[in-house]
């Protein structure tokens, strides 16, 4: 089945919040989320200038089989799942089972994707990558298993809060005013 056909499959049988795997012939994987109507939310090249886009046109000559190379700044996009920019011979799924997690309610993964839409982030492999992204989406927990090494399921937790304090400011800041309050209302004065 080629690509297009896959896509056309895809768009017929995914839900909302469904990872969206694109398996690269080199033996790692592009991720996404699911939107409706044949759209994916993903990680993305982000606006540069001419000179990195220059570079990243050269580099992607060399290594034809990378697709999209993020290099420095991402940014999450809702693009259609067609116009995913992947080499030739990438094999796309619906990639729920890779993770062993209970999804997130349909209403907190939207709310994730719509605070993340057209954010920008570094891109770190280890720390702050697609994977770490769909998963967040889908799960509230940024899990990335394609890196070799690491333990299989385990929580990113930069990742996590790198989401967190843009999707759900209130619970990253919660924490030190609760207390200053506490401190206050502990005390006689």
């Known amino acids: 089945m080629d690509y297009q056909e896959q ?3 895809i768009t017929t049988t995914a839900k909302f919040g469904d990872l969206i795997e694109f398996a690269y012939p080199i033996g790692y994987s592009h991720w996404g989320v699911y939107d409706q109507d044949g ?22 000559k060399i290594f ?4 999209d190379l993020l290099l420095g700044q ?21 990639g729920n089972t890779r993770h062993d ?6 209403e907190q993964m939207r709310r994730r994707c719509d605070a993340l839409l057209d954010q920008d982030f570094p891109y770190k492999l280890f720390t702050l ?3 770490h992204f769909a ?13 070799p090494g690491r333990t299989k399921n385990k929580e990113c937790e930069v990742a996590t809060e790198s989401f967190t304090k843009i999707v759900s400011p209130e619970e990253t800041d919660a924490g030190p005013l609760r207390e200053t309050s506490d401190f206050f209302n ?4």
């Open 7 to 9: 896509v056309e499959e």
């Open 39 to 60: 759209y994916v939310f993903h990680f993305a090249v982000a606006d540069e200038k001419q000179l990195m886009n220059n570079i990243r046109t050269y580099l992607q």
């Open 64 to 67: 034809p089989v990378c697709g």
């Open 74 to 94: 991402t940014r999450i996009r809702r693009v259609p799942l067609g116009e995913v920019n992947v080499p030739k011979g990438v094999h796309v799924c619906i």
């Open 101 to 106: 997690f209970t999804p997130s309610a349909p």
């Open 129 to 131: 990558n697609c994977e």
């Open 135 to 147: 998963t967040f989406v889908r799960y509230g927990k940024a899990v990335c298993n394609q890196l």
């Open 186 to 189: 502990s005390h006689v004065w």
